[in-house]
């Protein structure tokens, strides 16, 4: 079925935004490794394609993010990555327009259409359903008209539906781990063909267990070995077992960190309230009443609250209902079906409040959320960086708001160096607040070994065996601020 550019778009539903550059736009970049390419100012310096140059256009993108500056040509360059970058920071292009570019100019891959087994010519993993379905989104709309076809498989769905769109035929294809193993298991999907290999939100699949299927993925079944391949892994943070992760999954990579690797971008106005948990509802209802009474609504007014437990969030949704604010939820316990549908009811401003578990913080693109509202903070700090990060995104301000009590005693050294470091308000009783156990969390939701912001090079400690993850980390570092450009109004394309 022919699909109009209209449509892509509208089933991206991620219009660009036009900001302004401010200081607080301006991003460290710090690159290591050998021969490393020079950024781009623009994707006009970029030799990406004809078609996928117009679509750039269409896009509105004008100015590349800091991590495209220096991701894309590093990409292009035929070189490993590792990149580690905050939240929305336009990481999902960063792999799509070197991937897309590359697969419109190499040579064929095996004709597909109407075998049993395809076989793809790129697979970008990602560890849950929303955010494959986000970056098939996207990257469809960059390959638009460009004959490059691309295909999402996840759990949690049909899997008919999924086989009968490989059989159509599939350039990239993105997909969550295990359907992944699925589909190599039923012989559906061969990855003997693989030219680029892309691991987004790779801190978050080991959070979720998925190492060992990612393993069996690149190293058991029939992939080209690291360096007959292209691999580009992205990270928000790098413990140890990332690390690991990417000594053995790339070859003499360049290592990539925009920004204070892990933390909270200064977009973002943190608030923290110590609120007695008996006392969280009402609290609740006094900001939605004050950001009501602002006159902004819909779209333009988009909160999001987390949650800790699925039945925290489905009560909490029907009390915020029985009180005139107009609320959805999504959390694991819901269908594929059931999620996208209210995925849809908020972004569309239909229920401008979205009551969410862990499922929603990481990745998923959500352009106009205004406030994030931590009614549970979470145990870890990492998973706090990423809430937050589901607004202030693209150059655009946000507020975050965190409901604080005892039970968060463990957060609260950590909670305030973050607000220290994103130059916060930290409240005086936060930093008085005893710390009950281990900084950052209590152990068993600690990742171990290594600290949360994680932005270096690893190679360069003696203590840490490199494996075959490649030598030399020469490089340099960059004042990125020309990627927003000099107080002019420019677009930028973001994740």
């Not at 607080?24 to 310096?45: K, L, Y």
């Not at 004709?111 to 395809?118: E, I, K, L, P, Y």
């Not at 990855?191 to 801190?203: F, K, M, S, T, V």
Request: some cysteine.
């Amino acid at each position: 079925m022919r699909t109009s550019w209209a449509d892509a778009v509208a089933t991206a539903d991620s219009s660009a935004a036009a900001t302004s550059a401010s200081p607080s736009n301006i991003a460290a970049v710090s690159t290591s490794g050998e021969t490393v390419p020079p950024p781009v100012n623009t994707f006009a310096e970029i030799d990406l394609g004809d078609a996928l140059n117009e679509n750039i256009r269409r896009c509105k993108y004008v100015k590349p993010t800091p991590v495209q500056r220096h991701a894309i040509p590093i990409s292009l360059g035929g070189r490993d990555l590792m990149a580690c970058a905050q939240t929305g920071s336009g990481k999902t292009a960063a792999f799509c327009f070197p991937i897309i570019s590359g697969i419109m100019r190499g040579p064929p891959g095996p004709r597909q259409r109407g075998s049993r087994t395809v076989y793809p010519l790129a697979l970008i993993l990602s560890p849950t359903r929303e955010l494959s379905c986000q970056i098939h989104e996207e990257a469809r709309k960059f390959a638009y008209q460009t004959g490059v076809r691309v295909v999402v498989a996840y759990g949690g769905a049909p899997i008919n539906q999924q086989l009968r769109d490989l059989e159509r035929g599939v350039e990239i294809l993105v997909a969550t781990p295990g359907r992944l193993v699925d589909l190599l298991e039923r012989a559906r999907v061969s990855l003997q063909h693989i030219r680029y290999l892309a691991l987004d939100e790779a801190d978050r699949m080991l959070d979720m267990g998925f190492e060992p299927q990612i393993r069996r993925i690149v190293e058991q079944m029939d992939m080209p070995p690291r360096g007959q391949r292209q691999t580009m892994l992205f990270s928000a943070t790098f413990p140890k077992e990332i690390q690991r992760l990417a000594s053995d999954f790339l070859n003499n990579y360049i290592f990539l960190a925009v920004g204070r690797v892990g933390s909270s971008t200064d977009l973002i106005v943190q608030r923290v309230e110590f609120v007695p948990e008996s006392d969280k509802r009402s609290y609740l209802m006094d900001l939605l009443h004050a950001q009501r009474d602002t006159g902004v609504h819909g779209k333009q007014a988009l909160t999001l609250v987390f949650v800790e437990t699925k039945r925290g969030a489905d009560s909490l949704e029907h009390w915020l209902c029985m009180n005139g604010f107009p609320a959805t939820t999504i959390h694991g316990d819901r269908t594929q079906q059931e999620r996208e549908h209210a995925l849809r009811s908020f972004k569309s401003g239909t229920t401008p409040i979205l009551v969410a578990t862990d499922v929603a913080a990481r990745g998923l693109d959500i352009p106009h959320v205004a406030h994030v509202i931590n009614f549970d903070l979470p145990n870890d700090i990492d998973d706090y960086v990423h809430r937050i990060g589901r607004t202030g995104r693209a150059g655009k301000t946000g507020r975050a708001t965190a409901f604080f009590n005892e039970s968060n005693s463990s957060l609260a050294r950590a909670l305030t160096e973050l607000m220290q470091e994103s130059n916060q308000e930290v409240p005086d009783w936060l930093t008085r607040f005893p710390t009950a156990r281990s900084y950052g969390g209590s152990g068993r939701h600690r990742r171990s070994g290594g600290a949360r912001f994680g932005g270096r090079d690893f190679r360069r400690d003696s203590t840490f065996s490199r494996g075959g993850g490649g030598s030399g980390y020469g490089g340099g570092s960059y004042g990125a601020s020309s990627g927003y450009g000099g107080g002019s109004v420019v677009t930028s394309a973001w994740d």
